[in-house]
């Protein structure tokens, strides 16, 4: 099979070329660089432009001069929706319809590959990415951070998938101190040996990102996916910036800090001040002796530095595109993989208190479900789930030049990760192709373009929208919702528009729309070959 890799960028001819006048007339300027950052495991509220109180002062600043949309969803886990966001399609016909592939002992045959064309732990060949699209219309393509999209085999890297320039690791988790092994470094196509110390992951991908740019000989736009893999576990974070957040999270505790970012919350605009708390399944903060106080709020100041470091080294990179006078016209998006991670599902986190800051820690220690749940504040539930505090991300975009007038505003209309390639598609002028990959027929987006919703123009794009991970489910319709989740096994229904904290199951009094929305997921999840009633048992 031919690789991507053979795919020069050449200037565009033909569809290509009428795609691109048309992109001209359209928007009357330049192609934009394109730039989506991605955080991993980070809480719907835990940025202050959401209501937050760890301190994000570049984050806010993009917000500030954007627009940022309050019920965009992703696939509740980290590689379904690395494999939707990359090619505009849902992650089980991008090939990863449970998870992705990592270290494992026998590289020829990974737990995450079932030999099924939607359950290959791996991006397979009749889709595309992003990268792809836009390298094959005359963009740079570059890459720093977490793929978790293949890793045994290098047709499935970075650069067999249409990324120029890729520094980062391959697997899902790493440590931000010293990667190492199977959870090592790759630049380019060539494993790297462990970094000398110091090394922290968030700083390396920044740096990277920025030398891809700077060593750009050319000026063609580029295409940057910067993808961090904070604050995802393990804790690991420099001691000053801990230092800025334990006491404040030690003296006030979970239950403070949820009321105090509902009610910015509700100030920003985002929730309305009478709605009502999701479920809470843990302790309140009283209940905690004083050693579980101290435990506890370490560990959530160490993942608040994780966010905050992020922060500042995206307020890095927005400095080197302002300098380099490329900001104005850089489109930019920021979002979170999936809602806050509670793993292993216990009320304080996994893993022992004096693995924090362990350099050869690749794995737990976690901050718990208590923190991860007042990361999702107002939602529920978390990571995994299909419920608002497993799906739901903020979305920042960011585009000085073209949405100017836009700044600073919010924008309703519901939206999801297949919507990311048709915006970029409309705003590039790249076109998506019938076949790739030497004549593979590549499957057609899923997704609709962001820019009407975006600029006040509709109020919907969508008039259903389905998630599946691992079992859990739902569908969405105007503001009717339908879960089905793994403990309750079976479907709910909730009003969104009144009750998104999911506290008011109306399958009861709702049946007739509980029909309509099951039925079509049910097709949906035909048509897609999502494996129902699931497979526990390769769990």
């Not at 064309?117 to 570059?142: D, F, M, P, Q, W």
């Not at 101190?177 to 630049?187: A, E, K, S």
């Not at 974070?237 to 003296?251: G, L, Q, T, V």
């Not at 050869?360 to 608002?388: C, D, L, M, V």
């Amino acid at each position: 099979m031919k690789s991507t890799d053979s795919i020069s960028r050449k200037k565009p001819t033909g569809v290509l070329a009428l795609s691109l006048l048309s992109f001209g007339n359209l928007w009357g300027q330049e192609r934009p660089n394109i730039v989506i950052i991605l955080a991993d495991d980070m809480g719907y509220s835990d940025i202050g432009c959401y209501g937050g109180e760890i301190e994000t002062p570049y984050i806010d600043k993009l917000a500030s001069q954007g627009v940022r949309m309050t019920q965009f969803y992703n696939t509740s886990r980290s590689c379904p929706t690395r494999a939707s966001l990359m090619t505009g399609l849902y992650q089980h016909q991008a090939g990863i319809g449970w998870m992705s592939e990592d270290p494992y002992q026998n590289a020829d045959k990974d737990p995450k590959d079932w030999s099924i064309y939607e359950y290959r732990g791996a991006l397979n060949r009749n889709c595309v990415t992003i990268a792809e699209v836009l390298k094959n219309s005359g963009y740079h393509t570059y890459m720093a951070g977490k793929w978790h999209l293949g890793m045994h085999g290098m047709e499935k890297w970075p650069l067999q998938r249409g990324f120029e320039r890729f520094y980062g690791i391959l697997a899902g988790a790493c440590s931000y101190l010293r990667p190492d092994g199977g959870r090592g470094l790759t630049l380019d196509n060539r494993k790297l040996p462990a970094p000398e110390a110091p090394y922290y992951t968030t700083d390396a991908f920044t740096d990277y990102a920025i030398r891809f740019i700077n060593e750009q000989q050319d000026q063609e736009p580029f295409f940057l996916y910067l993808a961090y893999n904070a604050p995802h576990w393990p804790l690991q974070a420099k001691e000053e910036d801990i230092e800025k957040f334990y006491d404040m999270y030690r003296s006030k505790g979970w239950d403070v800090i949820r009321e105090e970012r509902h009610k910015r919350m509700a100030e920003l605009g985002i929730i309305d001040a009478n709605s009502d708390f999701a479920e809470w399944e843990n302790r309140r903060w009283d209940e905690l002796s004083e050693e579980e106080k101290n435990r506890t709020a370490y560990r959530m100041a160490v993942y608040a530095a994780q966010v905050h470091c992020m922060d500042y080294n995206i307020g890095r990179l927005i400095a080197h595109l302002k300098e380099k006078g490329k900001f104005d016209n850089t489109l930019i998006f920021f979002m979170s993989d999936n809602g806050a991670c509670a793993e292993p599902h216990n009320e304080l986190g996994g893993g022992r208190q004096e693995d924090i800051n362990n350099p050869a820690i690749s794995g737990h220690p976690s901050y718990g479900k208590a923190w991860a749940q007042t990361s999702n504040t107002p939602f529920r539930k978390y990571k995994q789930r299909a419920y608002e505090g497993g799906i739901s991300t903020p979305l920042i975009i960011t585009w000085h030049k073209q949405l100017q007038q836009f700044e600073n505003t919010w924008c309703r209309v519901p939206g999801y990760l297949p919507d990311i390639m048709p915006t970029i598609l409309n705003v590039s002028g790249a076109s998506y192709p019938q076949t790739f990959h030497n004549g593979n027929k590549i499957q057609p987006l899923v997704g609709t373009d962001l820019m009407p919703a975006i600029k006040g123009e509709t109020s919907s794009i969508h008039e259903y929208m389905y998630w599946e991970h691992q079992g859990n489910r739902a569908v969405r319709w105007k503001n009717w919702k339908a879960v089905w989740d793994q403990e309750g096994k079976v479907w709910e229904l909730y009003d969104i528009e009144n009750d998104r904290t999911e506290s008011h199951n109306l399958s009861q009094s709702k049946p007739e729309i509980l029909k309509q929305l099951t039925e079509k997921w049910n097709v949906w999840a035909e048509e897609t070959h999502v494996l129902i009633p699931f497979p526990y048992e390769k769990m």
